[in-house]
């Protein structure tokens, strides 16, 4: 990965005695171009200089370094800083341009249950099979993002099935999961250290070439760095570990303020930027964006975005990690403006929202084909929902496979319950039982979408 280019700075401009004459004219080029809407920042994404100075000109506007250095004259005005510093004392920064705030209201309105959510997410009844799913989907990429290479395939028969993981690469998805329903036991926990080395333990134990390792901060033997695996180029080295317990402090702190006792902070800000300085500290030898991922969840969960919970970030960040690379890089390079990373995790939370939205009604159309095919009959009103998704299943993957663990696993029910709904269905010939080992396994029958109309016809 190419390091970002250096930026052509505001104070330079201004310290720069060498050529008066230049300096006066580009001052007096950016008081003018105030009173219009140049650099405003209303792009599609909040552009650093390294994407800029490709761009094509506004008419009003001379080079791109003009252009820059209007866009950081108006961002500088709008600055907030942070109680973090980098490595060389420097605050960090942000600022809400208007692209954010729009954002951020997206978020409000479809994370947080202000608005109708889909009936299956918001039923007790039926939610549990989409939390369970999420919690799946997430604990697979986010673990695939630090190096796992196991398929989804037989990550979910796993986690379906609690069967024990086989190798690292199953034991960190099987870690990320249990972190996951971690998160939902201590949501009403305060941040402290302790919570905080809990974490870091459920999403590493048994992942580490030194297992030692897990659950505390890396000391000042075990100095990170990370590196693009391609040309081994050096992309960030964090601060050192002597600083860890005092800057740990502070982003706990932060995690725990309260808005009653000074300036405004947007909560979805607040849970980007703890993300955010876990992968600036890299506070452990390994697992830092597991860990920092969890912790994001866990704050959102915390200010109420409870369908967050439904949500994986990391299948989004998976197909960009480059982009998610570049964010990190562009605030370091940029005088520490955190608003880079801001506006990307926030397209990265829409583009998740729309994944479960598009998710939510794909099942309810194939659970609705399965229904109007079956149409109202007595056989039909005897199926629960869950039967019914597993004969929309059946028809979709007719080589599929079903286990009584599996079953209840997906939809968070008793071994008793799950049990009673495959058999029934063997009952009514639908799936097919055999034993492999001590267990129990389900498969669908041949010609199902026959049997289904010979049923529809028999229950009429």
């Not at 809990?198 to 590196?227: C, M, N, P, Q, W």
């Not at 702190?253 to 500290?281: C, T, W």
């Not at 970030?313 to 960009?320: F, H, N």
Request: with cysteine; aromatic share 10%.
């Amino acid at each position: 990965m190419k390091l970002p280019v250096n930026i052509p700075k505001l104070d330079d401009l201004f310290s720069d005695s060498s050529n008066s004459d230049k300096k006066q004219k580009v001052v007096s080029r950016l008081y003018e171009l105030l009173s219009t809407d140049i650099g405003k920042d209303r792009e599609k994404e909040y552009l650093h200089w390294d994407r800029l100075k490709y761009k094509e000109l506004p008419e009003q506007v001379e080079n791109h370094e003009e252009w820059w250095y209007l866009i950081k004259f108006r961002r500088s005005n709008g600055y907030r800083k942070l109680p973090f510093c980098s490595k060389d004392g420097s605050q960090f920064v942000y600022w809400i341009p208007d692209r954010l705030q729009q954002l951020l209201h997206v978020v409000d309105q479809q994370a947080s249950g202000r608005v109708q959510i889909a009936a299956e997410v918001t039923n007790p009844a039926t939610r549990d099979r989409y939390l369970v799913s999420s919690l799946i989907e997430e604990a697979i990429t986010s673990s695939q993002l630090e190096g796992a290479s196991t398929t989804n395939k037989v990550a979910k028969e796993m986690l379906r099935d609690r069967r024990r993981p086989k190798d690292k690469s199953e034991r960190m998805i099987f870690n990320n999961y249990r972190a996951m329903s971690f998160i939902r036991e201590v949501v009403d926990q305060p941040l402290s250290k302790n919570l905080l080395l809990e974490l870091h333990r459920v999403v590493t134990d048994g992942t580490l070439d030194d297992s030692s390792a897990v659950g505390r901060f890396r000391t000042s033997k075990e100095e990170v760095a990370i590196y693009d695996e391609r040309d081994n180029t050096l992309l960030h080295e964090p601060p050192h570990a002597d600083e860890l317990e005092r800057r740990i402090g502070t982003l706990i702190d932060f995690a725990n303020s309260s808005e009653k006792h000074g300036e405004f902070l947007h909560p979805v800000i607040r849970s980007i930027l703890l993300h955010f300085m876990i992968g600036y500290d890299h506070p452990f030898v390994d697992g830092n964006g597991r860990t920092a991922r969890a912790l994001f969840y866990w704050s959102m969960a915390k200010h109420g975005y409870w369908v967050m919970e439904h949500i994986s970030i990391s299948t989004i960040l998976k197909k960009g990690p480059a982009k998610y690379a570049r964010s990190f890089l562009f605030t370091e390079s940029d005088g520490n403006d955190t608003t880079y990373f801001l506006d990307f995790n926030l397209s990265v939370i829409i583009r998740a929202i729309k994944g479960l939205q598009q998710y939510l009604a794909r099942k309810a159309n194939e659970i609705k084909q399965v229904e109007q095919m079956l149409g109202s009959s007595f056989f039909t009103k005897n199926l629960n929902y869950r039967q019914l998704a597993i004969i929309s299943y059946a028809l979709r993957h007719p080589n599929g496979t079903f286990s009584i663990e599996g079953h209840r696993a997906s939809h968070n029910i008793s071994y008793p319950t799950a049990r009673s709904d495959l058999l029934e269905l063997v009952n009514y010939e639908l799936l097919d039982k055999r034993k492999i080992g001590n267990a129990f396994i389900f498969t669908p029958v041949e010609e199902m979408q026959e049997k289904l109309s010979q049923l529809k016809e028999t229950f009429r």
